[in-house]
């Protein structure tokens, strides 16, 4: 992701695309949304990819056991980011108690 600039106006596309084909958020176009998360964060937008990363997880049911593995590692990373950037937010503590949700196979590498 070398140009997350350039980048985010296509994922945005691609978003809007398949959001307006499949309506709701669902888990087939949770990678498009998931993706856009990541390139806001590589921007610094950590608010926006933190948005992103929450709605698909809220659209993911209890069923999906290891997609909301996935998208929770991905809202550790953003508060992990999101830290680095105002180490004064309390993304640290959010990230800890996201991670202390993982089951342990899942948080492991995690742990910063």
């Known amino acids: 992701m070398n140009r997350p600039a ?10 809007a695309i398949r959001a ?6 669902r888990t087939n176009n949770q990678t498009a949304l998931v ?6 964060c590589a921007q610094g937008k950590h608010k ?3 948005s992103l990363l929450r709605e698909a997880l809220d659209a993911t049911d ?3 056991a290891e997609r909301r593995a996935a998208l929770t590692k991905g809202l550790v ?4 980011a999101w830290h680095k950037d105002d180490s004064d937010g309390g993304f640290d503590e959010k990230a800890r108690e996201l ?5 342990e196979s899942s948080a492991e590498g ?3």
Do not use: C, K, M, W
């Open 48 to 50: 926006g990819a933190e």
């Open 20 to 25: 307006r084909s499949e309506g709701q958020i």
């Open 77 to 80: 990373a953003t508060y992990d």
């Open 110 to 112: 995690q742990s910063n």
């Open 62 to 64: 209890g069923d999906h």
């Open 35 to 40: 993706d856009l998360a990541l390139v806001l």
């Open 6 to 15: 350039e980048a985010e106006p296509l994922f945005r596309e691609a978003l």
């Open 99 to 103: 991670r202390s949700q993982l089951p």
